[in-house]
């Protein structure tokens, strides 16, 4: 399913766009604060990382800006309805609005698949995504304190978790 908006698309994902999305990973990773990976995987590592059914990309002009997915909280059945959500959006269509597209879409198309709980786990710094995910419903559930490692630095993340409105 697509949905448009004056000159902007968010459609399904595709394998083709595997490498416009991994470069926008990219530009995420070299900020310190998207997240904990420090090498963009390669096309099957990721592809095997997220549900195949809410993989979304935004595009304009037939340019990707901005991509999102969910993965799986858990392979036990009792979470089946649990994910977590990512968000990434490339630098020049940061502060456009793109990541509220994402993120509206995203919860729409995830309860259409029937999840009823999305998790985020943030860096505390990435004051933006916070925002964004607050701006959406999401409530901080709490702060995991030196949750990981990266480039030898412990950091917290915040956990923020959203219902769906049908449970």
Request: proline fraction near 3%.
């Amino acid at each position: 399913m697509s949905v448009s908006q004056p000159d902007i698309q968010i459609r399904l994902f595709h394998k083709k766009d595997y490498p416009a999305c991994a470069k926008i990973y990219k530009t995420g990773m070299d900020t310190g604060i998207a997240t904990f990976e420090t090498k963009v995987p390669d096309w099957e590592k990721w592809n095997a990382k997220f549900l195949k059914q809410c993989r979304f990309v935004v595009e304009k002009d037939q340019t990707i800006l901005g991509w999102c997915a969910l993965t799986p909280f858990s392979s036990r059945e009792v979470y089946k309805g649990v994910a977590e959500v990512t968000i990434y959006v490339a630098t020049e269509a940061q502060q456009k609005g793109i990541g509220k597209l994402l993120l509206q879409h995203l919860i729409k198309e995830s309860e259409k698949a029937n999840f009823w709980t999305l998790q985020a786990k943030i860096f505390p710094q990435n004051l933006a995504s916070i925002t964004l995910h607050e701006n959406y419903g999401f409530k901080k559930v709490g702060i995991r304190k030196k949750i990981a490692m990266r480039d030898g630095i412990w950091y917290d993340n915040v956990l923020l978790e959203r219902r769906s409105g049908f449970i």
